[in-house]
């Protein structure tokens, strides 16, 4: 039986699976990308794919605090037309 990985979203707290979650990596060059796949190397963080969760986290600067950078309104526009 091969294990379930489950993943805490920022935001809400709740442990998710990867499907469930995007994952924004701040990548060692020290850029921010939202990475899909989850294998980009970098420092990580996971959000809720709803719409509300993603408006919240950058309300709350959220992914900026989490990756320790700052985080441009484009990756939250990047966010909110993948869930849409």
């Not at 939202?34 to 809720?48: M, T």
């Not at 309300?59 to 605090?65: P, V």
Request: with cysteine; aromatic share 4%; charged share 35%.
């Amino acid at each position: 039986m091969k294990k379930v990985i489950l993943r805490r979203c920022i935001v809400t707290g709740e442990r998710l699976t990867r499907d469930e979650l995007f994952r924004v990596v701040k990548t060692p060059s020290g850029e921010v990308k939202v990475h899909l796949s989850g294998r980009l190397d970098g420092r990580g963080a996971y959000l809720k794919r709803e719409r509300a969760v993603i408006l919240k986290a950058q309300k709350k600067k959220a992914l900026s605090h989490a990756l320790q950078t700052e985080v441009n309104n484009e990756i939250y526009e990047e966010l909110l037309s993948l869930v849409a």
